[in-house]
């Protein structure tokens, strides 16, 4: 069972331009069996409209603290105390203002002043806004009050000013969400390293290797990881993806960077490396290479990057107790797959098809095999933050297991 499935969650959108990511949150909420029932304010309507918010929420939308209908039977005051978590989304200056003065001239306000529901606030809005000391004051009274944020992010916003204010990126609203909705914390207590993303190798000043590794699924897990209640450290080569919240994030350029980063992370108690860590290096040119009219292609002479899931997997008393690969293949995946597993030494690998039709390479979607010891077992194409979630919580039952010593029979057949 997904985390979070069936709870239900109140959402509030407002009038800001970021209304438009409140869609995308509902359904991502959906795809994790969250039950949500949209509250649209006049100002949000102007951004968002009734129609697509009630289809992707899959409830009719909220709006008239005078429905006749509805008041009938104290609407408000239903949906107040109907749901699990009341979200606000986008948390404007305006309505941190008026839920701070306790004002309830329309059906949000009157909810939110009506509820004894958590409530986690969203907030986006200028940057100036954002730093005023009124906003600030505003916060500093919910938040005594028990009011839980997430965000807002630094970045360029749709005012053209860069700075605070822009509200959180969808993982980061799901994380904070299902860390309301779920109090278990199957990994609490434990560590984990996770390396995601591509490397860049340099060839000179503006030239490098690379491959097309987005880092996705690497910070959905970390991202999941946390929320479980895993002590996380993330190493990221170059991605454009926001840190994963709750998660200390180490960003790196290199192969040997990244190494020398999971070795200062150790020892933990998990250790996932989705990262497509490119294979070989070359010595660079402090100089940009020239194209001389005539003059043959120059050659580069590859150099191999040392083998970070293998060498986490060699057995040490640093060894994690749990050490999962990937195995990004085109071809033959479930064999290249299960014999890198052996090779490498570690316990799991998570295979997955990369080849240019299946789209997952860079894409929002996965489907993967997942490798052990006992064989091979296929999860269905998912959502990258769903295949996370299912994965930490195979992880989950895993180390609540008794640990064993490992298969000698196995160990030997594992090739060099």
Known sequence: MMAGAGRRVLLVVCGGIAAYKALELARRLREHGIRVHPVLTAAGARFVTPMALQALCGERVSSDLFSLTEESEMGHIALSRSSDLIVVCPATADILARM???????????????????????????????????????????????????????????????????????????????????????????????????????????????NRSSGTQGYAIAAALAHAGAKVTLVSGPTTLPDPAGVTTIRVETAREMLDACQQALPCDIAICAAAVADWHVAPNSQKIKKAAGSPPPVLHLVPNPDILAGLSQPSPLRPRLVIGFAAETEHVLSHATAKRLRKGCDWIVANDVSPATGIMGGTENEISLIDATGCEHWPRLDKSQVAHKLVARIATCLRAPQTDPDPQEADERLP
């Not at 309830?104 to 954002?130: E, F, G, H, I, Q």
């Not at 990126?169 to 390396?195: C, F, H, N, W, Y």
Request: charged residues 20%.
């Open 100 to 210: 701070a003065a306790g004002l309830a001239d329309d059906l949000a306000t009157t909810l939110l002043l009506a509820t004894d529901t958590p409530v986690l606030a969203a907030p986006a809005m200028n940057v100036r806004m954002w730093e005023h000391p009124a906003t600030q004051a505003n916060i500093a009274t919910l938040r005594a009050r028990g009011v839980t944020f997430v965000g807002p992010e630094n970045g360029l916003m749709a005012c053209n000013e860069s700075g605070p204010g822009r509200l959180a990126e969808p993982e980061a609203m799901i994380a904070a969400i299902l860390r309301q909705l779920d109090g278990e914390k199957p990994l609490a207590g434990r560590s984990a390293l996770v390396t995601a993303g591509p490397t860049h190798e340099p060839v000179d000043p503006v030239r490098y290797l690379a």
